[in-house]
């Protein structure tokens, strides 16, 4: 007999719980056993014993893990612990940005508010640990952007570099990965609307030396404030870009 639709939808509402439920009970085993990264799993038939379900269920449970990279499948070898990268949550990011083109620039404006808020707190402690070797890595490259800015050229990568050896002393890994993951959405949505890496490098590059200079004598509110005229100037080059300014 031919199901009707509200029998096929009443069937498939319990299945999507129970592939939810097996996703945890994986996670559970991996959390359990303690296994690192590049640790192979049990095996799709293990993983049907253990959990007591269905080899489609186990397939379709690993796949969603796979997409939130919990656990990696290498096809003909097994699966794998995954590296659990920011990565889809970028791409999640990236794509809720572009899915508002009514109004990109808000879209950005969210994404760096966030940023600026965690920079502003964290550069506090930054400034009472940084040590002079780490000062000394930072004003080369400032230096560096300071050229590349008298030239007239961006300098993104160097931009990055600033802030990833801004936050290292702190020892926290997780701070470089969450704040590089809003700057890869912020360029990645830029590169797609065709906007300006950098409409005033030389001010870009002032801009990191007076957070430098702040820091250089344990200014805490100076480098926040220098810091916050920072994400001013990228709000500012977002705003013109979103206009077709160049």
Do not use: C
């Not at 590049?38 to 489609?56: A, H, Q, Y």
């Not at 830029?190 to 344990?218: C, Q, Y």
């Amino acid at each position: 007999m031919r199901r009707m639709p509200e029998e096929t939808g009443n069937r498939r509402r319990p299945e999507r719980r129970v592939s939810s439920q097996i996703q945890r009970e994986v996670m559970q085993l991996i959390l359990d056993q303690g296994l690192p990264a590049g640790s192979p799993l049990p095996t799709e038939t293990e993983l049907m014993s253990d959990l007591g379900v269905s080899r489609n269920s186990v397939r379709e449970a690993l796949k969603a893990l796979q997409a939130l990279d919990i656990v990696e499948i290498r096809h003909g070898y097994g699966t794998y612990v995954g590296e659990a990268s920011m990565t889809p949550f970028v791409d999640g990011l990236t794509f809720r940005t572009l899915a508002r083109p009514d109004d990109p620039t808000a879209a950005l404006a969210e994404i760096l508010q966030v940023r600026e808020v965690l920079e502003e707190g964290l550069i506090s402690r930054v400034a009472q640990v940084l040590t002079e070797e780490e000062l000394d890595r930072l004003e080369a490259v400032v230096t560096e952007m300071e050229t590349a800015g008298d030239d007239g050229r961006p300098f993104p990568e160097l931009d990055s570099e600033f802030h990833e050896l801004l936050y290292a002393s702190l020892g926290n890994p997780l701070v470089p990965q969450l704040l590089g993951a809003f700057w890869t959405v912020f360029r990645r949505v830029a590169a797609v609307r065709g906007w300006s890496d950098d409409i005033a490098p030389e001010v870009t590059a002032r801009r990191h030396r007076d957070i430098l200079s702040a820091l250089r004598v344990r200014d805490v509110e100076g480098a926040q404030r220098a810091m916050a005229d920072h994400f001013r100037g990228i709000e500012a080059r977002a705003a013109q870009g979103s206009r077709g300014v160049s």
